[in-house]
């Protein structure tokens, strides 16, 4: 299969490039399928529902049927998504999909694996030796480390700001044999700009493929397509038993500040998954603001870019699903709370920040309170019309939500106890591990010098 840049539709590059280099330019365009396959009715309908793995498997071999072979599959599958992905009623209308079972606690590790382990099956396959060059802050760039320390043949350099103290303390307690760390003086932009340099030096690609793992890579995104519709599957099989609604319309609701997630379930529509329409929020200020009702204007905000250009893949995707729309909401701090307070009350579950508002917007929906002050609709992401699941009551009766838990509530301590006035016990696979040494810290002054560290494993 081949993929085509977005910025520039004539320019394809092969299944087997877009994993070993990842996004070419951060700056530029992103990369989807020619066509987009649609899942078979024996596997949307099968009874019981299928499994997530199985799911992974059949949409994994769909777009990397030439790269991965049946025989190698199921172990990659395995090796891609070790932990779960819970799907649970909440109320008669209203489902989880807990992502927060990796171990950063947040659904990044879901995309980070599916492409460490997609880069780990090319590496024999391409001419040259892959060196994996990884910029990011907080649970992201955890994610990424503790996807590729599992593969142990491929060099893995990561950038980070010196003053992301999260970085230093899982360096400090736990060992990362195969990948390098240093430490930026400067921003993660400062970071990002350094990795780009060196993907675009003509001497050091001569010798090496640098690869480029990215939250906005096509990975990620059909990561949290596999989850979509594994999510949708699981509802709609088991909807007549939870709820008595034998004949459901299913809507998806997850944050839009971070990439991936909504064009995702978009990505998963457009295979034919039973998904009917979207809830995206998003926290109230300026900034996401504007990027929300000035998509296309493309304001200046460089750490952002990735969410820039998801709202460009989802566009894309909107038009192919010119039937399904988007609820867009914005909600402040104060929102957020009573949202986590709200739903906490409500069904005994404690949401995190990241997809409260998923619950306040869905109860909107449910109440028939839904206006233009609450929510917002941009003409360019949702048509001009609310959907009918939103202004019709009879649709909403039989519509039910699935919620995307992002992250593991016990993340956000402060927000928690502010909302339900206690804090969540940790669960095992989060809880810091205490210091067992003092790695020093490695500091890269230029990009000479990481150039010339580079060089290194040439030689």
Not at 245 to 270: H, R, V
Not at 289 to 299: E, G, M, W
Request: proline letters at 5%.
């Amino acid at each position: 299969m081949y993929f085509y840049d977005t910025q520039n539709k004539s320019f394809k590059i092969s299944a087997q490039t877009l994993i070993s280099r990842g996004r070419l330019n951060r700056t530029k365009g992103f990369y989807l399928p020619e066509t987009i396959p649609h899942l078979s009715e024996r596997l949307i309908y099968k009874n019981p529902a299928p499994s997530f793995r199985e799911v992974a498997g059949t949409v994994v071999h769909t777009f990397f049927n030439d790269i991965i072979s049946e025989n190698d599959l199921s172990a990659f599958i395995v090796d891609a998504f070790p932990f779960k992905a819970p799907v649970f009623p909440i109320d008669p209308h209203t489902y989880i999909l807990d992502l927060s079972q990796g171990g950063s606690g947040g659904c990044s590790d879901f995309g980070a694996r599916l492409t460490a382990q997609l880069i780990h099956h090319i590496q024999t396959q391409v001419s040259k030796p892959v060196h994996v060059l990884l910029s990011g802050t907080g649970t992201y760039a955890v994610s990424l480390l503790r996807a590729f320390s599992d593969e142990k043949n491929i060099p893995c350099t990561l950038l980070y700001p010196k003053t992301d103290c999260s970085i230093t303390k899982e360096l400090n307690t736990k060992s990362y044999n195969t990948i390098h760390a240093f430490a930026v003086d400067g921003t993660l932009d400062d970071c990002r700009n350094l990795i780009d340099t060196a993907a675009s030096d003509a001497t050091l690609n001569e010798k090496m493929i640098i690869s480029l793992p990215d939250a906005a890579d096509f990975s990620y995104m059909l990561a949290y397509t596999i989850c979509s519709i594994y999510a949708a599957l699981t509802v709609l099989g088991r909807s007549c038993y939870d709820t008595e609604i034998e004949n459901p319309l299913l809507i998806m609701g997850s944050t839009a500040e971070q990439t991936g997630y909504l064009s995702g379930a978009m990505f998963a529509k457009s295979m034919n998954a039973p998904l009917n329409g979207f809830i995206s929020t998003y926290a109230y200020n300026t900034a996401k603001t504007a990027i929300a009702n000035q998509i296309r204007s493309k304001p200046a905000i460089p750490s952002r870019i990735e969410l820039l250009q998801d709202y460009e893949r989802i566009q894309i995707l909107q038009e192919k699903n010119t039937d399904v729309q988007t609820a867009l909401y914005q909600f402040n701090a104060d929102d957020i709370a009573f949202a986590i307070r709200d739903c906490h009350d409500r069904t005994g579950i404690t949401l995190s920040p990241k997809s409260a508002g998923t619950w306040k917007a869905w109860q909107s929906i449910r109440k028939g309170t839904y206006t233009e002050q609450s929510g917002i609709t941009p003409p360019n992401i949702t048509g001009k019309n609310a959907p009918e699941w939103i202004t019709n009551e009879t649709y909403r009766k039989n519509t039910i939500c699935t919620i995307i838990e992002t992250a593991h509530p016990a993340l956000y301590p402060v927000e928690v106890k502010k909302a339900i006035g206690t804090e969540l016990p940790v669960p095992y696979h989060l809880r810091q591990k205490a210091v067992t040494k003092q790695t020093p810290e490695n500091i890269l002054a230029d990009y000479t010098e990481l150039k010339d560290w580079l060089y290194s494993f040439t030689r």
